[in-house]
């Protein structure tokens, strides 16, 4: 059962136009949502991240987006740059033990077209 | 952000033997760690979760008493991959986190297992 799903597992896009990267979660007892960046054979760095009060967070170029009701989270990037190809997982974390695992999306791999 | 490493890098093993990972937090006192595993082109699989001082706690279907976790001190815990098989070739990457739950994972750079 994929808790986190990031369906569009690839988007290219023009340099200096928007970047927008989806991602859908089922459980409602998901309070804390991350997005991460991965090169290949390196690990995720971390990017910018949403607690459940806020419905966005803006950091630079990065903005995340959260719609509770529809259990929908996004990252906008802008302006895209060709420095930003990479893999984008989303992640989300709490439950009632408390423990805030990370639960990954299957990713989401950016190229963006100079 | 902070910073933590892993050791080593890459590793190329014969069946049978045992290999050891170490993740260290460089800047922070990291008193949860987790261990993730990766196959290619697919999403990050946490295998268990390691406090300072207490026994790991595994996800369903990891094996316990294959993959043993040891988190002595609060900047680095081991992953030790117990006769290995080629079936446990794949990428491993730890995380760490500071003291409240909700703060956020830093990863390290991930180790790439090879079992021959």
């Known amino acids: 059962d994929q808790q986190v799903k990031q369906n569009s597992p690839s988007l290219s896009v023009q340099e200096g136009r928007i970047s927008i990267l989806n991602c859908d979660y089922t459980?409602?007892?998901?309070?804390?949502f991350l997005w991460y960046k991965k090169y290949p054979a390196e690990g995720p760095t971390f990017l910018i991240s949403?607690?459940?009060?806020?419905d966005k967070n803006e950091d630079g170029r990065f903005t995340v987006f959260l719609n509770k009701s529809a259990k929908h989270l996004s990252l906008h990037i802008v302006p895209s740059q060709p420095g930003d190809s990479a893999v984008y997982f989303c992640?989300?974390?709490?439950?009632?033990?408390?423990?805030?695992?990370?639960?990954f999306g299957t990713g989401t791999r950016l190229k963006v077209l100079a | 952000g902070a910073v933590v490493s892993q050791h080593p890098s890459w590793v190329i093993c014969k069946s049978g033997t045992s290999v050891k990972i170490e993740c260290r937090s460089l800047d922070f006192q990291a008193t949860t760690m987790f261990w993730y595993r990766q196959f290619p082109k697919q999403s990050l699989m946490l295998m268990a979760t390691s406090n300072e001082g207490s026994k790991a706690t595994y996800e369903q279907g990891v094996e316990k008493d294959k993959f043993l976790i040891n988190h002595a001190s609060l900047t680095l815990s081991t992953l030790t991959v117990t006769s290995a098989h080629p079936e446990d070739s794949s990428f491993y990457i730890c995380s760490a986190r500071g003291g409240s739950a909700q703060e956020t994972q830093y990863f390290g750079p991930g180790t790439r297992l090879l079992v021959l």
């Open positions: 949403i607690s459940s009060i806020k």
């Open positions: 459980n409602s007892m998901f309070d804390y």
């Open positions: 992640a989300a974390s709490g439950d009632a033990s408390g423990t805030y695992k990370y639960i």
